[in-house]
């Protein structure tokens, strides 16, 4: 996903907070975007904050994000995660903003 895209999204899309990761959907092409910002950590801690998103988006996204432009950011709590526990989290965000039945 581009710069414009993600933009859009944070734009259009209502913020899901969970302990992890902050969840941004909005309507469009099915594609996602990984943020993790430098209060993530280092250039390593950052890498693996993404690496567990995109693992676990992977176990989610069949599941119900078709139509959907999908922005994750990673939250400081995410450097201790396991994907499991952040499959658990985005399943509940993603129910909660309504994407998933």
Known sequence: MRTRAIQRVF???EPMHGKRVVLF???GSGEFALVAGKKIGGAVQRNRAR???RA???EVAPRGV???DVVLV???AIRDART???IT???ELLQRGGTRR
């Open 25 to 27: 959907v909005a309507p």
């Open 11 to 13: 734009h259009d899309a």
């Open 51 to 53: 690496r567990v998103l």
């Open 84 to 86: 499991q526990d952040l």
């Open 89 to 91: 989290e985005m399943t």
């Open 74 to 76: 990673a939250r400081e």
């Open 66 to 68: 078709e139509g959907h």
């Open 56 to 58: 676990a988006i992977r």
